[in-house]
């Protein structure tokens, strides 16, 4: 069948925005059909310190039998090239990988070849969106760390490709797995109220860059619902409260004074919950070890979908003066931004 250039877009389109629906969802996700999935592990961006850290627990002597004989074998150290903070990390971390006997390659593509799975660790959201679509093209399983990507268009975006290539990813926080959370029975939180830096970055939305920590910690507690949120905005904090849809009240607070720290306090039918101390980054390594095993992702694209969503309404907030927004708004419009792409 031959289809004009104009034809081949709407059926582009059409595709995109099926797959968006769908992962606003929490209908049955695909899963690979890989039986035979490799344990060489590959990682984009050496600019954060999560991909020392991923590298060391994998690549040790004696590595957790819970890591399944993963090793990081190859790097692409790119990564963020304009914001500081982050480029000025690369030649340090890429001298610390090598020493753990992993190659450094020179393009996404050279590293696609000689890996099984990857580790997306750019700390630079924009890129993730290009990134992974190599990824995904080449038929690899890939985790995005934080932020999943620098708008909430190109996070609908990702999830619609990840979908047409039916290759589950995933996206996450090591906060997810604070000290607490593990004991929480979901149906019985009634609130929650969290905390965490959010520490603001020019090239991200506010809290895309930092603040997502304590928000992802809000909503392993809370689950998804929330239906509209208000923001209070100074110099050094943030509060953000979020109403569900069934009634109950969910905040975050995030701060850029003081010591940096994480936590907060869930309130349950039975008592309060105190969450923390940060507890590492073990316990996210082995869901994600567990998840490329098995291609069974544990947080659905519609909860990650959402996180994202509330930080661009409490954005939206802000530059409304602090007046209510509502979630469905910045989606739909998010998800008319993602089908262009």
């Given at each position: 069948?031959?289809?004009?250039?104009?034809?081949?877009?709407?059926?582009?389109?059409?595709?995109?925005?099926?797959?968006?629906?769908?992962?606003?969802?929490?209908?049955?996700?695909?899963?690979?059909?890989?039986?035979?999935?490799?344990?060489?592990?590959?990682?984009?961006?050496?600019?954060?310190?999560?991909?020392?850290?991923?590298?060391?627990?994998?690549?040790?002597?004696?590595?957790?039998?819970?890591?399944?004989?993963?090793?990081v074998v190859a790097a692409y150290?790119?990564?963020?090239?304009?914001?500081?903070?982050?480029?000025?990390?690369?030649?340090?971390?890429?001298?610390?990988?090598?020493?753990?006997?992993?190659?450094?390659?020179?393009?996404?593509?050279?590293?696609?070849?000689?890996?099984?799975?990857?580790?997306?660790?750019?700390?630079?959201?924009?890129?993730?969106?290009?990134?992974?679509?190599?990824?995904?093209?080449?038929?690899?399983?890939?985790?995005?760390?934080?932020?999943?990507?620098?708008?909430?268009?190109?996070?609908?975006?990702?999830?619609?490709?990840?979908?047409?290539?039916?290759?589950?990813?995933?996206?996450?926080?090591?906060?997810?797995?604070?000290?607490?959370i593990e004991g929480i029975d979901?149906?019985?939180?009634?609130?929650?109220?969290?905390?965490?830096?959010?520490?603001?970055?020019?090239?991200?939305?506010?809290?895309?860059?930092?603040?997502?920590?304590?928000?992802?910690?809000?909503?392993?507690?809370?689950?998804?619902?929330?239906?509209?949120?208000?923001?209070?905005?100074?110099?050094?904090t943030d509060i953000v409260v979020?109403?569900?849809?069934?009634?109950?009240?969910?905040?975050?607070?995030?701060?850029?004074?003081?010591?940096?720290?994480?936590?907060?306090?869930?309130?349950?039918?039975?008592?309060?919950?105190?969450?923390?101390?940060?507890?590492?980054?073990?316990?996210?390594?082995?869901?994600?070890?567990?998840?490329?095993?098995?291609?069974?992702?544990?947080?659905?694209?519609?909860?990650?979908?959402?996180?994202?969503?509330?930080?661009?309404?409490?954005?939206?907030?802000?530059?409304?003066?602090?007046?209510?927004?509502?979630?469905?708004?910045?989606?739909?419009?998010?998800?008319?931004?993602?089908?262009?792409?």
């Amino acid at each position: 069948m031959n289809l004009s250039i104009q034809d081949r877009r709407l059926f582009l389109r059409k595709t995109i925005v099926g797959s968006v629906a769908l992962c606003l969802t929490d209908s049955v996700w695909p899963i690979g059909v890989k039986s035979d999935q490799g344990k060489r592990v590959g990682i984009i961006g050496l600019d954060t310190s999560h991909s020392v850290a991923f590298t060391k627990a994998l690549n040790a002597a004696e590595a957790s039998s819970e890591y399944g004989g993963y090793k990081v074998v190859a790097a692409y150290p790119y990564g963020s090239k304009d914001i500081e903070s982050s480029t000025k990390r690369i030649p340090g971390y890429t001298d610390e990988v090598k020493k753990l006997n992993v190659t450094i390659v020179d393009s996404i593509g050279e590293l696609l070849k000689k890996v099984d799975v990857v580790l997306l660790e750019t700390n630079d959201g924009r890129l993730h969106l290009d990134q992974v679509t190599q990824v995904l093209k080449a038929g690899k399983r890939v985790f995005i760390d934080k932020p999943i990507a620098a708008s909430l268009a190109d996070v609908v975006a990702i999830f619609a490709l990840s979908k047409t290539y039916a290759i589950p990813i995933f996206s996450a926080s090591s906060l997810r797995y604070i000290k607490g959370i593990e004991g929480i029975d979901k149906s019985q939180v009634l609130g929650a109220d969290t905390f965490s830096p959010a520490v603001l970055e020019k090239t991200h939305p506010d809290f895309f860059w930092y603040g997502i920590h304590g928000v992802e910690t809000l909503y392993t507690v809370m689950g998804t619902g929330c239906r509209q949120v208000i923001r209070i905005h100074s110099e050094d904090t943030d509060i953000v409260v979020g109403t569900w849809a069934d009634g109950r009240i969910g905040t975050f607070r995030g701060t850029r004074a003081g010591k940096h720290d994480y936590g907060g306090t869930v309130f349950t039918k039975t008592g309060n919950v105190t969450l923390g101390p940060y507890g590492g980054y073990e316990p996210l390594l082995k869901e994600i070890i567990t998840y490329f095993e098995t291609g069974k992702t544990p947080v659905t694209p519609a909860e990650t979908i959402e996180i994202f969503a509330f930080m661009e309404a409490a954005d939206e907030s802000k530059r409304r003066g602090g007046t209510a927004v509502n979630l469905d708004e910045v989606i739909e419009k998010a998800k008319k931004k993602a089908s262009v792409k």
